[in-house]
Structures are given as structure tokens and as C-alpha cells.
């Protein structure tokens, strides 16, 4: 029989999504729910606490102070109930984890350094996940993630990682050695504001080419492209520092203005934490402390 002074799971997972993304509708994503279902769930959990969990603005959610102060003992619950779970379902949970980042951090960040990574630690067994469009509908099922985008947008549970500063890049032999953002293709990733406009616009110098601009769902593209000497492309320190240091890639001028976006760490809670988590993020920080600072 279940017991009657708890409330239905369902709702508990709801108020929890829905305070961990202030968002009815991302929390819908998260679970795989309808948005109007997550609503329901909470309100219900709402009527059976006898007191309001969020307030309800025309475009966001704020938790109340009973909502504040009834997380925390949710998601302890949560992490005691995966910790414990963890004991009964074999002792590869210990040694394997799953890894969400974007495309861009997963080729050229991460890949290049897992061999050390690797060679720390022979035991451990990564599956990384790499949406593009829609990360938060697949974090729910990594033990870690490394997101990228504004501050603002990042939960309390974040971790910042990078400082990056934007500029220019493209191949040594580029238009000449010479290259021309007037006449030379340009690419960009799409959605960022770390862009050509922007880049210009830090300059005080005005922006004509925007229809021109060739644009890609990730920086991957955009970073090849300029690779292979087709084009020139927006960057930032992260993903071409090592690029530049071993010449692959060049920055033709000086000019970086800091990048609003930084790549931040969403961690396991000290309870749902294994072996393999442990393992990656004191690797993770010490490759992040070991990169030298952006340059102005």
C-alpha cells in the first residue's frame, strides 16, 4: 500500500524539473510530458502542501519561499533513491558515465585531450552525447553536462568553466596570406552573439554583410571550413587555442572582444556521484586551470 503522507511521485518529479528550469515548458521537455500535465502536477502538489510553490509571472516562474526551502529535500530524496539504486543494478554504474556537451566541445576540446584522460584512468567507459538543438530534452539521462551559452540562461547547479574572448580565424594561406572580411567568405555559427556583427560592432565600425554570411548549426562546420581554407569564421579561445598553437589556424587580426557565452559545468549532486564522475571532473578542472588565460 502506498504510503499516504507522501505525494505521488509524478508530481514531485514535476515540482522538481519546474523549479530546476523556472519553466513549465522546459520541464515538459525534460520529463516528456505536455506542458499543461507539468502544470497540473504542481498545482496538485500545491493543493496537497496547502501552500503556493512558485509565483507566476506573465513570462517566468519564481519559487516562494516554501518552494525554496521544499527543493533542496526533494532532490536530496532523488539522489538518495539513485544512490541506492546504484547498489543494485551491477558494478558497471561505477565505472561508465554518461556525458552530455555540444558538438563543437566534444571534437575539439574534448577528443583531443581524452587520451590523457585515458591513460589516467584505463578503467572508465564514456558514452557522450552531442544534441544540438535541444540539450535539456537529453540531460536528464547524463550523470554530467558541459553546456554552452549565456549566463543568465544557466541554473544555480551550474558551474562556469571559460572566459572566452571572439575574433577572426581562418588558414595561414587564406586569400594570400591577406585575408579581407570585405571580400572574403565568411561563415558564423548560428544564434550566438559572438558574431560578425558583433565583432565589427566592437570596433565601432559598421556591418553590411549580413546576408552574406554563411551560417551552420555548429561550430564544427564553421571551424572546418575555415580548417580547409574556404573560408573565415568567428571563434573563441575554447574550441581553436590548440588550432592556433599548432598553426592550423591563424588569427589575422588582433582585435577580441570578450565573449558573452562561457561553457559551464552542470555536476552530479555529492550523492549520485561514482567513481567515473569523480574521475572526470578532477580531470575536467585540472584541464580547465591549466589553459592559459584569453588575451585581449
Same mark, same amino acid.
Given at each position: 500500500?502506498?504510503?499516504?503522507?507522501?505525494?505521488?511521485?509524478?508530481?514531485?518529479?514535476?515540482?522538481?524539473?519546474?523549479?530546476?528550469?523556472?519553466?513549465?515548458?522546459?520541464?515538459?521537455?525534460?520529463?516528456?510530458?505536455?506542458?499543461?500535465?507539468?502544470?497540473?502536477? +504542481?498545482?496538485?502538489?500545491?493543493?496537497?502542501?496547502?501552500?503556493?510553490?512558485?509565483?507566476?509571472?506573465?513570462?517566468?516562474?519564481?519559487?516562494?519561499?516554501?518552494?525554496?526551502?521544499?527543493?533542496? +529535500?526533494?532532490?536530496?530524496?532523488?539522489?538518495?533513491?539513485?544512490?541506492?539504486?546504484?547498489?543494485?543494478?551491477?558494478?558497471?554504474?561505477?565505472?561508465?558515465?554518461?556525458?552530455?556537451?555540444?558538438?563543437?566541445?566534444?571534437?575539439?576540446?574534448?577528443?583531443?585531450?581524452?587520451?590523457?584522460?585515458?591513460?589516467?584512468?584505463?578503467?572508465?567507459?564514456?558514452?557522450?552525447?552531442?544534441?544540438?538543438?535541444?540539450?535539456?530534452?537529453?540531460?536528464?539521462?547524463?550523470?554530467?553536462?558541459?553546456?554552452?551559452?549565456?549566463?543568465?540562461?544557466?541554473?544555480?547547479?551550474?558551474?562556469?568553466?571559460?572566459?572566452?574572448?571572439?575574433?577572426?580565424?581562418?588558414?595561414?594561406?587564406?586569400?594570400?596570406? !591577406?585575408?579581407?572580411?570585405?571580400?572574403?567568405?565568411?561563415?558564423?555559427?548560428?544564434?550566438?552573439?559572438?558574431?560578425?556583427? !558583433?565583432?565589427?560592432?566592437?570596433?565601432?565600425?559598421?556591418?553590411?554583410?549580413?546576408?552574406?554570411?554563411?551560417?551552420?548549426?555548429?561550430? +564544427?562546420? !564553421?571551424?572546418?571550413?575555415?580548417?580547409?581554407?574556404?573560408?573565415?569564421?568567428?571563434?573563441?579561445?575554447?574550441?581553436?587555442?590548440?588550432?592556433?598553437?599548432?598553426?592550423?589556424?591563424?588569427? &589575422?587580426?588582433?582585435?577580441?572582444?570578450?565573449?558573452?557565452?562561457?561553457?559551464?559545468?552542470?555536476?552530479? &549532486?555529492?550523492?549520485?556521484?561514482?567513481? !567515473?564522475?569523480?574521475? +572526470?571532473?578532477?580531470?575536467?578542472?585540472?584541464?580547465?586551470?591549466?589553459?592559459?588565460?584569453?588575451?585581449?
Amino acid at each position: 500500500m502506498p504510503d499516504k503522507s507522501l505525494p505521488p511521485l509524478t508530481w514531485l518529479r514535476a515540482f522538481e524539473a519546474t523549479a530546476r528550469h523556472l519553466s513549465f515548458t522546459r520541464a515538459a521537455r525534460d520529463l516528456g510530458l505536455t506542458q499543461s500535465a507539468v502544470s497540473q502536477h +504542481v498545482r496538485s502538489l500545491e493543493a496537497y502542501l496547502g501552500r503556493d510553490l512558485f509565483i507566476r509571472k506573465t513570462r517566468a516562474l519564481e519559487l516562494t519561499e516554501a518552494g525554496s526551502t521544499y527543493l533542496p +529535500v526533494i532532490r536530496d530524496a532523488f539522489d538518495l533513491i539513485a544512490t541506492g539504486t546504484s547498489a543494485f543494478t551491477g558494478g558497471d554504474r561505477g565505472r561508465s558515465m554518461v556525458l552530455q556537451c555540444n558538438m563543437a566541445f566534444s571534437v575539439l576540446w574534448l577528443a583531443p585531450r581524452l587520451g590523457w584522460l585515458y591513460a589516467r584512468h584505463p578503467w572508465l567507459v564514456l558514452n557522450i552525447v552531442t544534441p544540438i538543438w535541444d540539450p535539456e530534452r537529453h540531460a536528464a539521462n547524463a550523470a554530467m553536462e558541459i553546456r554552452f551559452g549565456r549566463p543568465e540562461d544557466m541554473s544555480d547547479a551550474a558551474q562556469r568553466l571559460t572566459r572566452d574572448r571572439f575574433y577572426p580565424v581562418c588558414a595561414p594561406g587564406y586569400q594570400g596570406g !591577406a585575408p579581407d572580411p570585405e571580400t572574403a567568405t565568411l561563415f558564423d555559427c548560428v544564434g550566438l552573439t559572438g558574431s560578425w556583427g !558583433a565583432w565589427h560592432k566592437s570596433q565601432g565600425r559598421p556591418f553590411d554583410r549580413e546576408g552574406e554570411v554563411n551560417l551552420a548549426s555548429t561550430f +564544427v562546420i !564553421a571551424i572546418e571550413t575555415a580548417r580547409a581554407g574556404a573560408a573565415m569564421t568567428i571563434a573563441h579561445d575554447t574550441l581553436v587555442a590548440g588550432l592556433l598553437a599548432e598553426g592550423a589556424l591563424i588569427r &589575422p587580426f588582433a582585435h577580441s572582444p570578450p565573449l558573452t557565452e562561457a561553457y559551464f559545468l552542470y555536476p552530479p &549532486p555529492p550523492h549520485a556521484q561514482t567513481p !567515473a564522475s569523480r574521475a +572526470v571532473l578532477d580531470w575536467l578542472h585540472e584541464e580547465m586551470t591549466a589553459m592559459p588565460p584569453a588575451q585581449g
